[in-house]
């Protein structure tokens, strides 16, 4: 250390307790937290800074995450499930000041992290390095820079080593981004999506094929929607529906307070009094707190002009 200065600037020869001051000479700049530690010689500071550097070292790949396709915000192998452990998220975050850091770890670390878990292999102030976008390829990390500099250089080697840099100048934005990365190691999931209800009220045709005559309580009934078919207390049934009709006309979906002949294959012991409750397998998307509401209907095959 070259100099100890007063909140004033004038120098001091020493600092008490919960004096506040500032240090000249640092090699590097100090994150927030960090301790400083008073030694007799130069010699002796040295030498335990080097084992801290060497420490930090070690605990960064102890941390290092498995081998598998680079990862990318644009492109995550979904690789989360209900029975799984979580995924993990490896950042190295660059930043300009030690108050812009520990604003963004703080800001990243109120994100749900019970299906992602986010993990700094390095959160510090200065430019980002060669050695940064190393340590990111060893650990299948990805490079957050936020108001500092990257050099043509280091961006090469990024490119080189198929590693993700991304810089920003706004905090939040670099919230979204680290969000959505989270969310995309995350599978779609099947949900079952209640869509109507109705009731038998005749049944017609005989042999292999008969139709349920039915009325639309709630919602719709929809072709290649899945029914439940109820019977007082016990499910008769289960499967989808091949054919809908409206009078003659075969239809794709039939709306509440209409009339319409419902057509399975697998179940011809319709009896009147019959409850349908009918739903659609949609994929959900997941967000780190629960499911978003965009949904995607399970694909269904087309053939209803053969009916």
């Given at each position: 250390m070259r100099a100890l200065l007063a909140d004033d600037g004038s120098t001091l020869e020493e600092a008490g307790p919960s004096t506040p001051v500032q240090l000249l000479g640092l090699n590097s700049t100090p994150t927030a937290g960090d301790l400083i530690e008073v030694c007799?010689?130069?010699?002796?500071?040295?030498?335990?800074?080097?084992?801290?550097?060497?420490?930090?070292?070690?605990?960064?790949?102890?941390?290092?995450?498995?081998?598998?396709?680079?990862v990318t915000l644009n492109n995550i192998n979904p690789n989360w499930d209900e029975d799984s452990e979580p995924a993990k998220l490896n950042v190295i975050l660059k930043g300009d000041t030690s108050g812009s850091v520990e604003a963004i770890k703080a800001a990243l670390g109120t994100l749900p992290q019970n299906k992602v878990v986010l993990r700094f292999l390095m959160a510090q102030v200065g430019d980002v390095t060669v050695s940064d976008i190393d340590l990111a390829d060893a650990s299948e990390g990805i490079v957050f820079g936020f108001n500092v500099p990257i050099p043509e250089a280091v961006t090469a080697h990024a490119q080189r080593k198929r590693v993700e840099l991304r810089t920003y100048n706004v905090i939040y934005d670099l919230i979204d981004e680290v969000t959505a990365a989270m969310e995309g190691l995350l599978d779609k999931v099947e949900v079952k999506e209640a869509i109507g209800e109705a009731t038998v009220r005749a049944v017609f045709g005989n042999g292999s094929t008969k139709i349920a005559g039915c009325y639309v309580d709630e919602g719709k009934l929809a072709k290649g929607a899945t029914i439940e078919v109820t019977r007082g207390d016990k499910q008769m049934w289960k499967g989808d529906v091949t054919s809908l009709r409206r009078v003659k006309d075969v239809v794709k979906e039939v709306e509440r307070g209409l009339e319409c002949g419902v057509v399975t294959a697998g179940f011809n012991e319709w009896k009147e009094g019959d409850k349908i409750n009918a739903f659609m397998m949609v994929e959900k998307v997941q967000t780190l707190d629960g499911l978003a509401d965009r949904s995607t209907p399970m694909a269904e095959e087309d053939g209803e002009g053969d009916e």
């Open positions: 007799d010689s130069e010699s002796n500071a040295r030498s335990k800074a080097e084992a801290a550097a060497d420490q930090q070292r070690l605990e960064r790949l102890a941390e290092q995450a498995g081998g598998g396709s680079k």
